[in-house]
């Protein structure tokens, strides 16, 4: 297509001439990582499913189709992105999904964008388009460069094309609720995450723990049986509404200026720090509300109990976004992105690091 030639172009310009550049979809998430930097190429307009077969599992489209456009589309044919990327609103785009590599409450039952990501059309820095994986699960040689590219935030490259498995709709879903505390939730989330139960996603917030079962008529109706003992089912509507707004983000507790990630084995106790958390994914991934001035000591609590801990949300840049990499992970982060991006002109900083050659 044109556009792609004109995006090919920009590229070895920008790169000839040392120019920095950022990729931008709907703009959904300027805010999320480091500071901004460079002149914006913008990526909407090249949109459209580029194929689609329901009974494959499977749909490729370019990076500026919306989200939107994608799930309703799946919907009809009972289908959906199981991971449950946030939408952050209606300009979301699906390159801006996947660079991004934020996962909704499903990802604890049903894996993040990375294990949705079959394959990806990348145009690097010289203006090449690289093909990476394909349309079935098991079509990768050597390097698995299309799923790395989740999360990578544009630093690699431009991600003109991707190719995303999708599972059908669960025939039924219900959610309990139920008082407990931290301790006693997260105990109980491990327990049950050792049980064949379908839960598909849990919250801990307030003193009440929620949890989705999702799945065929019979499982589901075992498990309010096996769990309904101590909890109650929440109305329908109340569920729908309670998911979307944990997976949007429009639920009151992320209305805070300064919002921490916190990711940890589930198995892990109670991380004692000052500020209302929320828990999500059976304890995987637990948020915060804490100011950014308290990064060191929050990311030295959480790295001791085996986690990182990432400033998710803040209009503080000068407090790096994302938890120092061990040297050695460093440097191979370098080292791929001088393969892809040998100027270092793409999205410099975002992910909190200025490129070495």
Known sequence: ???????????????????????????????????????????????????????????????????????????????????????????????????????????????????????????????????????????????????????????????????????????REATLHMPLDEIAALRALNEWGGQPLPLSASCWHGGVLSVRLSGAESAVAAAIGTLGVQAAVMPERDAQALWSSLRDHTHAFFDTPHLWRLAVPPHASAIILKGESLIEWGGGQRWLRADAVRAGDIRRTVAASGGHATLFRTADKSVPAFHPKAPALALLNRRVKQAFDPAGIFNPGRLGEPHAN
């Not at 120019?19 to 931008?24: A, G, H, K, S």
């Not at 935030?153 to 995303?164: D, N």
């Open 1 to 171: 297509m044109a556009m792609l030639e004109e995006f090919r172009e920009r590229l070895r310009e920008a790169t000839a001439n040392q120019q920095p550049l950022r990729f931008r979809g709907g703009g959904t998430k300027d805010w999320y990582g480091g500071p901004l930097t460079g002149d914006v190429l913008q990526t909407a307009g090249y949109a459209g499913v580029v194929d689609y077969e329901p009974s494959e599992l499977v749909i490729t489209a370019r990076c500026g189709t919306r989200l939107a456009d994608i799930e309703a589309l799946l919907a009809q044919h009972g289908q959906m992105l199981a991971f449950e990327p946030p939408r952050f609103g209606a300009a979301s785009t699906i390159g801006g999904v996947v660079a991004a590599g934020l996962s909704g409450p499903r990802r604890m039952a049903a894996g993040s964008v990375r294990d949705f990501v079959l394959g990806a059309k990348l145009v690097n820095g010289a203006g090449d388009v690289l093909n990476f994986g394909g349309q079935v699960m098991k079509n990768v040689a050597g390097y698995d460069v299309s799923r790395l590219l989740a999360g990578s935030m544009g630093t690699l490259g431009l991600i003109a094309e991707v190719s995303l498995k999708v599972l059908p709709l669960p025939v």
